[in-house]
């Protein structure tokens, strides 16, 4: 069996393709239910999770032409941003560079990917802009008012990771967990999404290359390249997309011990054009490694483990409020890295990190996360720091977009 693109495109176009999400695929071969190759034509493969590299850029007007000459320096919320390249010299605005990791002056728990999330759900945001020639100038804007709002990934959707353990008899703080990691293997942090990862679906990138169209936060993004550090090993992506077409459930802020973080959510259509893509297709959480590391030296692997020993029990914590006992400070609520523990569970704001569960002391957070063998130790798993309810959400929806024909596999 053999297609090419044109062809797997006129049969989107002609509303007669047939489209799985990873996860449906996954499924049916765990039932002994798989389909052929040529039943299939395309398969729309997600990740959702922490991702470091993550940039926005953005162009806005400050104030009025002439009233300050060059940016130097410039703060959203208190989030450090970097002006330039373009000067902008003398026309009220500025160039600025954003970090997903840049941690605000005014407030240590919150991050520049908390600061992309106000900005999509609407809020007004602070700006600072410090001139070299000593003004200052103070304002607000909107996403609506910010002409130019791109994300720019330089390393995103990893193929591989490593769960993180600390064997030391002290905590240690780390950006793998949203807590400082227990001493003496006393919980387990790991990251991706398995085998409904595009990469872990396509290993050799022969469906994902440069240009290639994914959905990015639920915007159409490109694929740049290959990120930085990628390796045909550890392959991961540079993407790029516009922030005012992105939702803001897909991306947003993450806590951790060691800093903010920002996590986002991709998911790329991965065409059937033979067999032979269909067979790494099939491919299942049982069969990806997810080697354990020691927190203080990621190079030493102290245990191997698959995704199957991970992605088990519940996706989401239940909230028994009876059960509350309003201790001072709510750990669950101090350590949920997504600010989702309020005046009870904010669900749009959940990651499903199961953090909440291990810090309640009282079961008012409950959430099985299930727990691993490693020598005679059983580890909990604490802290998810990948989501694959927001991953699966994104490839159905690229789902939908390809069978109504809005959506081609290719370029741009
Ligand atoms: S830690 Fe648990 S019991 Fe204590 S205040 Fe928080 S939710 Fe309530
Ligand atoms: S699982 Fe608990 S700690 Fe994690 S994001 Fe949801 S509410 Fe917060």
Redesign the pocket.
């Known amino acids: 069996m053999r297609r090419t693109i044109s062809e797997i495109n006129e049969r989107i176009l002609d509303g007669e393709a047939t489209v799985l999400t990873a996860g449906e695929l996954k499924e049916l071969v765990l039932n002994d239910e798989a389909p052929s190759a040529d039943e299939v034509d395309v398969v729309t493969a997600a990740t959702c999770g922490v991702m470091s590299g993550t940039a926005a850029v953005m162009h806005f007007r400050v104030s009025e032409p002439g009233s300050f000459r060059k940016a130097v320096s410039a703060e959203l919320n208190g989030i450090p941003a970097y002006p330039g390249p373009c000067p902008n010299e003398n026309l009220g605005s500025v160039d600025l560079f954003i970090y997903g990791t840049a941690r605000s002056v005014r407030d240590p728990e919150y991050g520049g990917g908390f600061l992309l999330r106000d900005l999509l759900i609407g809020s007004e945001v602070d700006v600072t802009v410090k001139s070299e020639d000593g003004t200052s100038i103070e304002s607000t804007v909107t996403l609506k008012d910010i002409e130019t709002a791109r994300i720019i990934g330089t390393r995103m959707a990893f193929r591989n990771y490593t769960a993180i353990v600390n064997p030391s008899d002290k905590p240690v703080r780390s950006i793998f967990n949203a807590f400082e990691m227990p001493p003496h293997c006393g919980g387990l942090s790991f990251s991706g999404c398995g085998d409904i990862n595009p990469l872990e679906n396509d290993p050799g990138m022969e469906a994902i290359r440069r240009g290639t169209s994914v959905l990015l936060n639920g915007a159409r993004g490109l694929v740049l390249g290959e990120g930085t550090r990628s390796s045909p090993e550890r392959p991961n992506l540079m993407l790029s997309g516009d922030l005012h077409d992105m939702k803001p459930d897909y991306i947003g802020g993450f806590r951790t011990a060691a800093g903010p973080e920002i996590f986002n959510t991709i998911a790329v259509p991965l065409p059937v054009t033979s067999e032979r893509v269909f067979e790494r297709l099939l491919v299942l959480n049982s069969d990806i490694g997810l080697p354990v590391a020691d927190v203080r030296d990621r190079s030493r692997i102290i245990h191997d483990l698959t995704y199957a020993d991970t992605w088990a029990g519940d996706e989401r914590p239940t909230?028994n409020?009876e059960?509350?006992?309003?201790?001072?400070?709510?750990?669950?609520?101090?350590r949920c890295p997504t600010h989702a523990?309020g005046d009870g569970l904010d669900t749009d704001r959940c990651f499903g990190c199961g953090v909440?569960a291990f810090?309640?002391?009282?079961?008012?957070?409950e959430m099985d996360t299930g727990e691993v063998r490693i020598g005679d130790r059983t580890v909990p798993i604490v802290c998810r720091q990948s989501d694959r309810v927001r991953a699966s959400s994104l490839a159905r929806e690229l789902k939908e977009l390809i069978e109504k024909g809005n959506f081609l596999i290719g370029g741009c």
């Open positions: 909230y409020p059960r509350c006992a309003d201790c001072l400070p709510c750990l669950a609520a101090e523990i909440c810090s309640c002391p009282y079961g008012a957070y």
